[in-house]
Each structure stands twice: as C-alpha cells, then as structure tokens.
Nanobody, 120 residues
Framework: QVQLVESGGGLVQPGGSLRLSCAAS????????MGWYRQAPGKQRELVAT???????NYADSVKGRFTISRDNAKNTVYLQMNSLKPEDTAVYYC??????????????WGQGTQVTVSS
C-alpha cells in the first residue's frame, strides 16, 4: 500500500501564487513518476504536470511558464509551484504516483485532492 497526502491548497487572488506538496509513504521500493492532475466542476480530470525518475518533466500547455513541478526523491515528495494564477486554474488538484512497492509489485496511487480557488 502506498499512500499520497497532499497539502498547500487554498484561496488566492488572481496573479497570486501557491505551492502544493504531496508526500508518498508506505511500502515503496521505487517511484517511476509523480505528477499533478486537476478537476474543475463539470469537467474531466486533466493532467497538469508530471515528473519522471529520469528527470523528464511534462506540462499542460495551459500552465507552461506559470507552474513548475519538482521532486525531492529522498523524501518521496513532489511539489507544484503555481505562479500567476488565473480563475480558470480553480479546481481540485490531485497528486498521482506510480512505481514499484516492496516485493516488486507495481502500484499506482492517487491522493485525496486539495482545493485551489483563484478568485478576487
């Protein structure tokens, strides 16, 4: 079992910044990829950014140049620095991780979600 716990969401004005954190814990052998997705009311969940163990990063076009994903592999933690926030960034943000648990068992886990609201 691998658990993900997110933190850092909240209410921010347009143009402001927030930093999300997601820590993985449990029977982890290795994490291949960690990332962030979001789901706005009435919309499907969409990719925001991912970071692979090899250092490759991937961003949605809508957040390029504004959001930065980073990882602390020693802490099994992924961060999302969000700058120049817009009202359309309002959503529940979910952390995702996949890799291998002890015993070489593959896993894929989701966090519980954290609300980000951008409003004046």
């Amino acid at each position: 079992q691998v658990q993900l716990v997110e933190s850092g969401g909240g209410l921010v004005q347009p143009g402001g910044s927030l930093r999300l954190s997601c820590a993985a814990s449990g029977s982890i052998f290795s994490i291949t990829r960690m990332g962030w997705y979001r789901q706005a009311p009435g919309k499907q969940r969409e990719l925001v950014a991912t970071s692979s163990s090899g250092g490759r990063k991937n961003y949605a076009d809508s957040v390029k140049g504004r959001f930065t994903i980073s990882r602390d592999n020693a802490k099994n933690t992924v961060y999302l620095q969000m700058n120049s926030l817009k009202p359309e960034d309002t959503a529940v943000y979910y952390c995702n991780a996949d890799g291998y648990a002890l015993g070489n068992r593959p896993f894929g886990s989701w966090g519980q979600g954290t609300q980000v609201t951008v409003s004046s």
